[in-house]
């Protein structure tokens, strides 16, 4: 590596650190940087667990999305060797015992690694892994400049840090404002209760409907503060204290009733195929449980003919979950979009708050899970299918 191509890659991860670009994304920058300045295969930045007993991967460049849902990466004999502070290399990761999927390695395509302490205030808190496709040996050199690059990371790490905060800030703001928002609303519905029901008087039909309508409002606006009170519970973590061994055949024969019934007053079919010996994962039931509701719904919700099909499988290091539907679709402009907040699809009614789907999304990816969306269904050419995958839970040696 020339010292033209080192200040380059110096300067351009600077301007990235120093930019209004989101950490993450940062992140994603200095991992490619290294990659590209070593002309590697891939570099990921993998963090440790509070107990320093795995990594976990936080961003990669280079490698496939199988090789990194590959299963837990615990810290072993090369790990630990790396979280004393000391770079640890590699060359034949198919045959050294030191690594942990030597298998998976070789069908990656992988033959050389190189891993770099990030440190923080003078404690190692991950790595970086630097991967070649071709049997290398780092340079002294070398392997400072890469530290130097890596500990950019604690940088980025730090300033996600202080936006993290900033923006625990504002969502308490936003919960203690939704929190007050709510008891007048609750007690408005209350009144309206008491006067559909007749308790107040015999209302005409032309009254019933205006009442009707306005507690249909205000239900909408108790579920749109019930899901802003839900946002910063998921962002600051709150899921974690929630965590359990779950069965998510439990979790999904939980709704079948529920589901089977909203289906049949559409006139549609509805049915779940999810195995009774399903693996657990890790994971707090009740939000586990509003995201199978919720995505169940919206299928019955956009479905008036044909079916709504749940059906769960798993491979060797999670589960996936899938509910595919036979409805009205999702425009391809629109895709990309389905998961953000207060998003509404351009082919739907303005039923619904818009934070369903972004809310599912928040709380799968806080059990370390992805969330995504296909439509039209490859197997059938229409409605959508949505999925979700899980890891799932660890079994620890005795």
């Known amino acids: ?3 033209e191509r080192r200040y380059k890659t110096l300067y351009e991860i600077a301007q990235k650190l120093n930019s209004s670009l989101a950490p993450q994304e940062v992140l994603r920058t200095i991992v490619a940087a290294i990659r590209d300045a070593v002309e590697a295969k891939g570099c990921s930045l993998m963090l440790l667990t509070p107990d320093r007993q795995q990594l976990i991967h936080t961003v990669d460049c280079g490698l496939s ?9 615990r810290v072993d004999e090369a790990m630990a060797q790396a979280l004393n ?70 940088v980025a790490l730090e300033r996600a840090e202080l936006l993290e905060e900033e923006k ?16 007048p609303l609750s007690a408005i519905q209350s009144f309206l209760g008491v006067i559909l029901g007749g308790y107040a008087g015999k209302l005409n039909e032309k009254q019933r409907h205006m009442m009707e309508r306005a507690s249909q409002r205000i239900n909408e606006l108790l579920s749109l503060i019930s899901n802003l009170l839900d946002i910063p519970r998921i962002e600051v973590g709150q899921l974690v204290q929630e965590m359990t061994e779950v069965s998510l055949t439990q979790v999904i024969d939980s709704f079948v009733e529920e589901g089977s019934s909203l289906a049949e ?17 890790y994971g707090a039931p009740s939000r586990l449980q509003q995201v199978v509701t919720n995505l169940v719904n919206n299928a019955i919700d956009y479905t008036n003919e044909g079916e709504v099909v749940v059906r769960a499988v798993e ?37 619904g708050t818009g934070l369903g789907l972004s809310i599912s999304k928040r709380i799968i990816e806080a059990h370390g899970g992805k969330i995504w969306a296909e439509s039209p269904y490859t197997e059938t050419g229409k409605g959508s299918r949505f999925c979700f995958t899980l890891p799932k839970k660890v079994k620890v040696a005795t």
């Open 1 to 3: 590596m020339d010292e």
């Open 65 to 73: 999305d199988w090789y990194v849902r590959k299963g837990p990466v």
């Open 85 to 154: 502070g000391m770079p640890v290399l590699i060359l034949d990761a198919t045959t050294d015992p030191r690594v942990q999927y030597r298998e998976q390695a070789k069908r990656e395509g992988i033959v050389s690694m190189v891993s770099l302490p990030i440190m923080r205030r003078g404690e190692v808190i991950g790595i970086v892994r630097i991967y070649t496709s071709k049997r290398r040996l780092f340079s002294t050199r070398e392997v400072e400049f890469l530290r130097a690059l890596a500990n950019l990371g604690a």
């Open 168 to 183: 625990k800030q504002f969502l308490r703001f936003v919960s203690i404002a939704a929190h007050d928002l709510k008891a």
């Open 265 to 281: 007053q559409k006139g549609i079919g509805f049915s779940v195929h999810v195995p009774q010996n399903l693996s657990c994962v």
């Open 315 to 351: 491979t060797d290091s999670e589960v996936l979950v899938e509910v595919v539907d036979t409805g009205c679709g999702i425009p391809p402009d629109d895709l990309p979009r389905v998961f953000e907040d207060f998003f509404r699809g351009s082919n739907v009614g303005p039923k």
